[in-house]
């Protein structure tokens, strides 16, 4: 039988159809098989492997010590401790509001508690584990963890929280640390440092903490772990140790400080003590003051709004933000720049009869009394408006401002505290410039008594007021002294270095200390000094707060409280040698050499003598025997 060839070939026909279709699909399977294994493996190989290492290892962060902040004696101001935090990760919790009712219910969970949780909820997201309640006792521990199967997503961790042992004292140069907000992070993620910050929940805000941050805050650590399906640890795989911030020692004197603040009892103000020969500050006071162990943790919504609405505003750092008329403190530095641009001479006499006329306008003499014939000395100690008055128009602004520039008045000192105000030192081309108005020869008399347009912080007449306890010779005033290495113990210190030093002659500026120190002796602040152990230069000063007519006398019991003059003080002990250098400055308290003045006495008692009310040990290096002393 034959075979019929062509018959077969026609049956196969479909049939090789549906093979070459077949394997058409099979070559693009494989093709998207190969495409996938080539993304998997080759284009985004380091993605999946990371991934697939992490399935196998965690990371775990580790964050280094913060420094701690020691005084000039090495009382501790600021350090860390150990406590229990109750914490809620908002991710893996489904009802928030009922999980905190019902821990409520076994751990006390005050309003306030609550609403600092809201607060931060809002600087951190949903994977955070944020603290609800802090500081927990162990009892409270103990009761949680016999519970938490109840509640998924909340934990309890131990953490390191920064504490301040001296409460209210000194809140304002140390400042505080708070929450790492997203602002923080967008500053740090600008520096290029936010990386130092890995698992990190707090940072300096202000003062000291926030100034000497770097320096403060120390290096995260990481440790690689390998860990099973079920998550537990079986190998540690990498370890970088975490690095303490370094510890910081400031020139502050923790009791000069207390005996301060004590001084203020409870008035409005600032002062400020510096060591001439070093610019060191040994006290810095604004009042009122807070506590900065509010801010750890997060502060509750109430505290900060309680401190932001108060009328004393206990947040503002009156020392070196406020701008003040600083009145007669300004009248040396008049005196001196009369002398220096020979405008007046020691022994020139003008006699003063209350009134100054210039033009058709009368500056009278704040005393409203004529103190007849005086020498620049007598004008001094006992505080001529007149003389002043008189002496500012001869020299003019222009003159005044320029003298003043190297004595830091209108600029910034260069402390190592952030937000130093500049302030105002007037001239021709500032009044143009800032008022759009000339300056006429009206403005002028007013300068002459720090008043009118000047506006200075009272860290920049404390400065002043230590250069010319120095004789003219410019330190750099500052707050820390040494920087320490917590693991080596090593130290660095801040050098004291003198800036630069004003060309003056010595003659004169002899001859302006000596009307400082009739001041003491038989000027306006002669009942406050009676019978001290030391000799002292200083110079009350009183400014205005509101503009008196030419023709209204100045009287306290018409005005409102706000209205009230300023009260300054300023002074330097032993007049020939100094130790401290001080200004004082109570707002609306009248009078300088009733509100202000007692206050310097009682710190320059302690500093020379260990006097206090306060059974305070006197200060290392004092001596005790100074009728002798440089008077």
């Not at 003389?387 to 402390?415: N, R």
Request: with cysteine; net charge positive.
């Amino acid at each position: 039988m034959a075979l019929d060839f062509k018959k077969d070939n026609t049956d196969l026909g479909p049939f090789r159809g549906r093979l070459l279709f077949t394997f058409g699909v099979v070559t693009l399977l494989f093709l998207i098989l190969l495409g996938r294994f080539a993304w998997l493996q080759i284009i985004n190989q380091n993605a999946y492997t990371e991934r697939a290492e992490k399935n196998r290892t965690v990371t775990v962060v580790s964050q280094g010590n913060r420094g701690l902040i020691f005084d000039r004696n090495g009382e501790v101001l600021a350090k860390n401790i150990l406590a229990y935090s109750l914490e809620i990760t908002p991710d893996k919790v489904e009802n928030l509001d009922q999980t905190i009712d019902s821990l409520s219910e076994i751990i006390s969970i005050t309003k306030a508690d609550r609403r600092r949780f809201n607060r931060l909820k809002e600087d951190f997201n949903r994977y955070d584990s944020i603290p609800i309640r802090q500081e927990l006792t162990d009892q409270e521990v103990a009761i949680f963890t016999g519970q938490q199967w109840r509640f998924p997503g909340v934990e309890i961790n131990q953490r390191e929280y920064r504490y301040y042992p001296q409460g209210k004292t000194g809140s304002h140069f140390l400042g505080y640390i708070g929450s790492l907000s997203q602002s923080d992070k967008k500053r740090l993620e600008k520096e290029g440092t936010l990386h130092d910050y890995e698992g990190e929940r707090e940072i300096g805000k202000v003062g000291i903490e926030r100034s000497y941050e770097e320096i403060l805050h120390g290096i995260p650590g990481f440790e690689t772990l390998e860990i099973t399906a079920g998550g537990h640890a079986v190998r540690s795989l990498a370890l970088k140790p975490a690095q303490p911030g370094n510890n910081l020692q400031l020139t502050i004197d923790s009791n000069l400080q207390r005996v301060a603040e004590h001084a203020m009892n409870g008035k409005v103000g600032a002062v400020i003590a510096i060591q001439p020969s070093t610019g060191e500050i040994l006290s810095f006071v604004s009042m009122p003051t807070y506590d900065p162990n509010l801010f750890p943790g997060g502060i509750d919504p109430q505290s900060w709004k309680a401190l932001n609405t108060s009328e004393t505003k206990p947040l503002l750092n009156r020392a070196m933000r406020g701008l003040y008329p600083i009145g007669s403190t300004y009248k040396p530095f008049i005196a001196l720049a009369g002398l220096e641009t020979g405008k007046t001479t020691i022994n020139y006499s003008l006699n003063d009869t209350g009134i100054f006329t210039l033009g058709k306008h009368k500056f009278r003499d704040m005393s409203g009394i004529a103190k007849g014939k005086l020498d620049l000395r007598k004008a001094i100690a006992i505080s001529s408006d007149v003389y002043f008055y008189w002496l500012a128009t001869q020299m003019g602004v222009d003159t005044i401002h320029d003298f003043m520039v190297p004595w830091g008045f209108g600029q910034k000192t260069g402390i190592d505290l952030i937000g130093e105000q500049t302030g105002i030192l007037p001239n021709r081309a500032w009044k143009e410039k800032r008022v759009k108005q000339p300056w006429v020869i009206g403005d002028t008399p007013s300068i002459g008594i720090g008043q009118g347009y000047n506006a200075f912080t009272l860290l920049q007449l404390a400065n002043a007021t230590s250069i010319l306890a120095n004789r003219g010779v410019v330190m750099t005033p500052h707050l820390v002294k040494k920087i320490i290495n917590p693991i080596t113990g090593e130290s660095s210190s801040v050098k004291d270095k003198a800036i630069r030093t004003i060309p003056l002659k010595q003659t004169n500026v002899e001859a302006v200390i000596a009307g400082m120190t009739d001041v003491a002796t038989k000027g306006t602040a002669r009942f406050v000094f009676k019978g001290s152990p030391y000799s002292v230069a200083c110079k009350t000063g009183t400014a205005q707060v509101i503009t008196i007519g030419q023709d209204d006398k100045y009287d306290a019991k018409k005005l409102a409280r706000k209205h009230h003059d300023h009260a300054l003080f300023i002074a330097f002990a032993p007049a020939k040698k100094p130790k401290i250098a001080l200004a004082v400055l109570v707002e609306n308290g009248g009078f300088g050499a009733q509100a202000a003045a007692p206050i310097a006495k009682k710190m320059i008692d302690y500093w020379l003598t260990g006097a206090n009310d306060l059974s305070l040990p006197p200060p290392k290096g004092v001596h005790l025997t100074l009728k002798h002393h440089n008077r």
